[in-house]
């Protein structure tokens, strides 16, 4: 008996055209705010929302560091790019490091690759701060309605139903579109951006020394006289 009444409870709860129309409101508002590609890459940011792992990402970085540096020792710069690594950064980083003819190019991608990560993850995040900020809004919006409806058919007792289900209904869902969806991501991705760029910009800060320490003239005529 207590079962079938959840079931009853939870089964009045669910309308799919109240949902659909408050889910299509807060995506519109999130459209217009942030435009078509940041609203791509909220979406594509939702992939690695629970495999991301910067700090298993962070502890292979550095042991990729400890072989570039080897390499960089032992055959100069243009053969870091030989130490092979699944991280699309870091591999890139490398590849740029073999193939800067000065530490600056190397410096100024650096700055460049990090700058445009970090507004590519502010980017996704903000669309779901948008989404957490609308939902409630469309969903007093909606309220505002049902009681507009439940005042206009006073006379009419069965109409007073649908009007106040509307009006609570639209509340509830802003309520958990807001804060159990959208609030709860956008701070896991603000959280995954701040660790993830925390660990690049540790490993650029690394692959830089190495740069200006094999460019010393001496240093460099010293790799020379050994291969």
Known sequence: ??????????????????????????????????????????????????????????????AALLKIDQVAQLRGLACTDRVRTANPFLAEAARRLANSDKVEQFEIWV????????????SARNVWLSIADAAPALGMAGTILGLIGMFAAMDDPAALGPSMALALLTTLYGVVIANLI????????????????????????????????ENVPARRASIREVA
């Open 1 to 62: 008996m207590g079962d079938v009444l959840m079931i009853g409870i939870v089964t009045q709860l669910f309308d799919p055209l109240t949902l659909a129309v408050m889910i299509a409101g807060v995506g519109a508002v999130a459209l217009f705010q942030n435009g078509g590609p940041a609203i791509g890459r909220a979406l594509l940011a939702l992939l690695p929302l629970f495999r991301a792992d910067p700090d298993k990402d962070q502890a292979a970085a550095r």
């Open 111 to 122: 700055a460049q690759a990090l700058a445009d990560r970090a507004r590519r993850h502010a």
């Open 182 to 213: 959208a609030a709860p991501i956008a701070s896991r991705l603000g959280d995954l951006s701040e660790r993830e760029l925390a660990w690049q910009k540790e490993a650029a800060g690394r692959m830089l020394a190495i740069a200006r320490r």
